[in-house]
């Protein structure tokens, strides 16, 4: 499922071919990339999530990472992407949430520092655009805070590249 995904995503934005290509080794070099002790790389799921009127982002400031980002997680041997990014969406935020479409919002690969027994690893992270159909969120203890963000005001709460670039592919969705 998630190879038509990315095929789609691909046509979409030919100019992240790279990117696509990178998933794409994953997935067929190493079919436990749903497992997050897979440490070449496992598959994440995440959430863009977008308020009723879709103007404004709802960011966590992550309590591991300490990082205002989008909501997110591991697939834990799931292979439905999306299932996963819902999941983790309502999991975090105590939101109700559907998906904008079916289609990949956004792709992106980051570094994991070394935690506990853990080694350094990468995240392949899938993101989906989803809203909430409410905006009254509950933190839950992967998190510091949530916050609703204006796009605009994004630079604010933080500098991730992968967080301003979703805004600007958001941008004319809204």
């Not at 190879?3 to 990117?19: G, K, M, T, V």
């Not at 949430?97 to 956004?106: R, T, Y």
């Not at 655009?129 to 605009?152: C, G, I, M, P, R």
């Amino acid at each position: 499922m998630l190879l038509a995904l990315l095929d789609n995503y691909r046509a979409r934005h030919p100019d992240e071919c790279d990117l696509v290509e990178r998933f794409v080794g994953l997935l067929t070099n190493h079919p436990d990339c749903y497992s997050r002790d897979c440490w070449a790389g496992h598959i994440t799921g995440s959430a863009w999530i977008v308020d009723p009127t879709g103007e404004r982002v709802l960011l966590t400031h992550h309590r591991k990472l300490d990082r205002w980002l989008q909501p997110g997680g591991h697939s834990d041997g799931d292979p439905d992407t999306m299932a996963v990014a819902l999941r983790e969406a309502e999991e975090e935020t105590g939101l109700v949430v559907q998906p904008v479409d079916d289609a990949i919002f956004d792709l992106d690969v980051h570094p994991i520092p070394a935690r506990g027994d853990d080694p350094e690893h990468q995240h392949y992270d899938v993101r989906f655009a989803l809203q909430a159909s409410n905006t009254d969120y509950v933190v839950s203890d992967e998190s510091h805070d949530l916050a609703w963000v204006k796009l605009d005001e994004l630079a604010r709460y933080t500098d991730e590249k992968s967080v301003l670039r979703m805004a600007h592919k958001w941008g004319p969705r809204r």
